[in-house]
């Protein structure tokens, strides 16, 4: 009776391959569990630099509109955000039909239409009518301005954002602009 006795205390305890398995499906989960911590953190972090570029973007938008630019509006100019506290963020302007340069330094090439556009939010439920009037009020009183606000890359996420509204004429170029280019219009034949 005693080889029958030892062979059931000798069963009761785990074998070394069955330790080794159990090891190696612990550590390939533990290794998925990073992994997907790791790219949870790179999206919220991406999801916060796009936020905060919507939020100055809107922000250099405003600032055109209210007139704060007029004298630098003419030529395309851009600027960095370090004022507002945010050292890393900058943008770029561009009026109308101007497109951004594909490279600029810390910027993709694949520069992608605006994320943001009042008119086509405003468009969306618009019949074809209603929207080929829009059109020609856009091209007779309104500019179009862009602006593309850049941040820093994380992961292969994309690095800027680009803001397109139709800002009146009078509020981009101010009232003397606009009635100098009335008068040179009014003159040609």
Do not use: C
């Not at 405003?62 to 007139?67: F, S, T, V």
């Not at 506290?85 to 992608?112: P, R």
């Not at 606000?149 to 800027?160: A, C, D, E, Q, T």
């Not at 139709?166 to 040179?184: F, L």
Request: negative net charge; hydrophobic residues 40%.
């Amino acid at each position: 009776m005693r080889p029958a006795l030892h062979s059931r205390r000798a069963r009761a305890g785990f074998t070394l391959a069955e330790v080794a398995v159990t090891l190696v499906i612990v550590g390939i989960s533990l290794v998925l569990v990073l992994q997907a911590l790791n790219n949870a953190k790179l999206t919220a972090a991406n999801t916060r630099n796009l936020k905060l570029a919507r939020d100055l973007g809107l922000l250099t938008l405003g600032q055109i509109e209210a007139g704060l630019y007029q004298d630098e509006i003419r030529d395309r100019f851009g600027g960095s955000y370090a004022q507002e506290g945010y050292d890393d963020f900058f943008f770029e302007v561009a009026l109308g039909q101007d497109v951004f340069d594909e490279q600029i330094e810390g910027i993709d090439d694949d520069v992608d239409a605006p994320f943001y556009n009042r008119n086509r939010d405003r468009d969306r439920n618009a019949s074809e009518e209603e929207q080929e009037e829009q059109d020609l009020t856009l091209q007779e009183g309104v500019e179009s301005v862009k602006v593309r606000v850049g941040f820093p890359r994380i992961g292969s996420y994309k690095n800027y954002l680009i803001l397109e509204q139709a800002i009146p004429w009078k509020q981009v170029y101010g009232e003397e602009e606009v009635e100098q280019d009335a008068a040179t219009t009014e003159s040609k034949p």
